[in-house]
């Protein structure tokens, strides 16, 4: 799996909210998609793309960044960024992306 170890009790992010954290804090997790334009340059996930589908052209579709945002019992919000590169709506490695974030999800589910 992408930027992320699972054990059976915690869950390590490399590539987001960086550290260790324990799955029996989660309380919610969510695909999301941020906008390219800020990966890096603001907290992961504060500017959200709602799944690409946003009402432009074709030739306008915006870049994004396909992620899990996690929601945790103390209210704080973790990131895993899925994607190492920008990604557009229903293009290129989109689906599998998506796809990958979902096993994650699968994955943590079990363990919890």
């Known amino acids: 799996m992408k930027n992320i170890v699972i054990d059976n ?13 324990p799955i029996s804090d989660i309380v919610k997790m969510s695909i999301v ?15 959200l793309v709602l799944d690409g589908k946003v009402q432009m052209g074709w030739l306008d579709l915006p870049k994004f960044y396909i992620g899990i945002q996690f929601e945790m019992k103390d ?32 994955t943590i589910k079990r363990s919890m």
């Not at 209210?75 to 994650?104: M, N, T, W």
């Open 9 to 21: 009790n915690n869950f390590t992010i490399l590539e987001g909210t960086k550290g260790v954290y």
């Open 33 to 47: 998609c941020e906008d390219a334009r800020y990966k890096g340059k603001t907290d992961p996930f504060k500017h």
């Open 75 to 106: 209210g704080s919000h973790l990131a895993l960024y899925i994607s190492d590169h920008p990604v557009q709506f229903e293009r290129g490695s989109y689906f599998e992306e998506k796809q990958e974030a979902q096993q994650i999800i699968d």
